[in-house]
C-alpha cells in the first residue's frame, strides 16, 4: 500500500522551457488540473491549470511562472493515505512522488486514488454497512467487536469520524454478512445509535420467529 506502487506512468512531465500554450493543451488532453514540472529528473513543482489560463500571453515559457508552483510532494516509501490527505490540501487531481533527494517518480492521479480506497475500504466484499453514533466514553472497539462476532459476523472494515463540535463518534462498520437485521436489534438493545443500517432485511431473528410462530399457533 506505498505510494510507489500506485504510480500512473502515463501523465506528462513538463519542463522550465515548455509554454504555456503546450501545458495547457496536455492539461486538457489528460484531463487533469495540475501537471508536474520537472528539471533534469529534478521535482519542481506542480503548475495548475488555474495559474496558466490566468497567463494572457500563451508564448510565455514556464520558467517564469515558478512563484505559483505547489512545491509540495508526497515520497515514495510512505502509505498512500498521504497521497489522499496531498490531494485534499491541494485540491490536485494528481499527487507527485519523490524520494528523498526530489527525484521524481511519477504521480498518482485521483481517479487511482477513488480505486485504491475502495479496495482498502473494502467495497469489493459482499456484506452489510452500519453506522452508529456514539459518545466518546462510550466508544471501544473490543464491545464492538464482541458484538459482531457474537452474530456470527466478521468486521471487513471499520472507520471512524469525530464531531469536532459535540465530540461525538460516527463509527461505519462494513461486515460479511448481508444479514444484519440480529445484529442492529443487537447493537440497540445494548444502547447504541443506530443512524442508518444497509443489508439484508429478509432475516428474521430468533424472537420474531417464535413470535410468528406462537401467532400462527394461537389462529389454528
Known sequence: MLTIDHI?????????????????????????????????????????????LDQEDEPLILEALQKYFIHDAILNDIHFLNAVEYSLKHDSSL???????????????????????????????????????????????SEISRLVENNDCHILHLNTQTDHNTGTFTVTLH???????????????????????????KFENEIDSNYSHLMKYLDI
Request: proline fraction near 3%.
Open 8 to 52: 500512473n506512468k502515463n501523465i506528462p512531465q513538463l519542463q522550465l522551457s515548455d509554454t504555456v500554450s503546450k501545458a495547457l493543451h496536455l492539461i486538457n488532453d489528460y484531463r487533469v488540473t495540475h501537471l508536474p514540472v520537472v528539471s533534469e529528473k529534478k521535482f519542481l513543482g506542480l503548475v495548475s491549470e488555474e495559474d496558466l
Open 95 to 141: 499527487v507527485p512522488v519523490v524520494n528523498q533527494q526530489r527525484e521524481y517518480f511519477g504521480a498518482i492521479t485521483t481517479s487511482d486514488l477513488l480505486k485504491i480506497m475502495g479496495n482498502f475500504a473494502g467495497a469489493d466484499e459482499i456484506g452489510g454497512i452500519i453506522v452508529l453514533k456514539i459518545e466518546r466514553a462510550q466508544f471501544s472497539i
Open 175 to 201: 461486515v460479511n454478512n448481508r444479514e444484519i437485521a440480529a445484529l442492529v436489534a443487537s447493537f440497540e438493545r445494548h444502547e447504541f445509535e443506530v443512524v442508518y443500517h444497509y443489508g439484508s432485511e
